[in-house]
């Protein structure tokens, strides 16, 4: 079971974020085609089904890869995950010309910690054991 680490940490790493995902388009479909409900962002949500789970699996491969050289907790090494995403979120939908509404503006102070306590968690316990199921802990 030693072979492949990278690919078993790839594995791991892309495996919550892909379920999270599969659940969040599932409500948003739901949302926008049975409730008609108007929010436009099909040209955007390619951002996050695609690239969000790639740069968690390679996050992990990365942790994996220096974990012998840091002593980093998994946790805080997933905390550090956001702080990658936003600026490519913001400048996928500044690219895209996708306005942003007003209120998220207004809610960043509150989101942005909660993002970083979300991400911390995720990593900590589901990643982690991730890791742990596939002899990487």
């Known amino acids: 079971m030693n072979q492949h680490t990278y690919i078993r940490a790839y594995l791991a790493g892309i495996a919550v974020p892909t379920v999270v995902?599969?659940?969040?388009?599932?409500?948003y479909?739901?949302?926008r085609y049975v409730y008609n409900f108007p929010v436009p962002v099909e040209r955007v949500i390619v951002f996050p089904?695609?690239?969000?789970?790639n740069l968690w699996g390679l996050w992990n491969v990365l942790f994996i890869a220096l974990r012998s050289r840091?002593?980093?907790n998994i946790g805080l090494h997933?905390?550090?995950l956001p702080i990658l995403l936003a600026p490519l979120g913001i400048v996928v939908t500044s690219l895209l010309n996708f306005t942003i509404p007003g209120f998220a503006a207004h809610a960043f102070p509150i989101l942005a910690p909660l993002a970083l306590i979300f991400y911390y968690l995720a990593w900590k316990y589901l990643v982690g054991f991730l890791n742990g199921?596939?002899?990487l802990a």
């Open 21 to 27: 995902l599969l659940g969040v388009m599932a409500g």
């Open 29 to 31: 479909c739901v949302l």
């Open 49 to 53: 089904m695609a690239v969000v789970p």
């Open 70 to 72: 840091w002593q980093l």
């Open 78 to 80: 997933g905390a550090l």
């Open 133 to 135: 199921v596939v002899g």
